[in-house]
């Protein structure tokens, strides 16, 4: 009996599972989508010039500082 009852399993998922090919070969065109070449360029342009300055803080409305009356024990003299 041969020994190949022991590699079955594992040819059998490869050939289920695996596909033919990793990679067209370049005669058959650049395989990449070109809307994905398109984000590519647009992404490492964007990394080259920067996406813009830094975000400024927005104003916020605060309460009132100072205390309406002074305490006269705090004050100077």
């Not at 009996?1 to 490869?14: D, I, L, S, V």
């Amino acid at each position: 009996m041969k020994q190949n009852w022991r590699r079955w399993p594992g040819q059998f998922a490869r050939w289920l599972f695996g596909s033919p090919f990793r990679q067209l070969p370049w005669a058959f065109g650049d395989p990449t989508p070109t809307d994905l070449r398109l984000f590519k360029a647009q992404a490492d342009e964007a990394m080259q010039r920067g996406l813009g300055g830094v975000a400024g803080q927005t104003p916020v409305a605060h309460a009132r500082t100072k205390p309406a009356r002074v305490d006269p024990a705090l004050e100077r003299q």
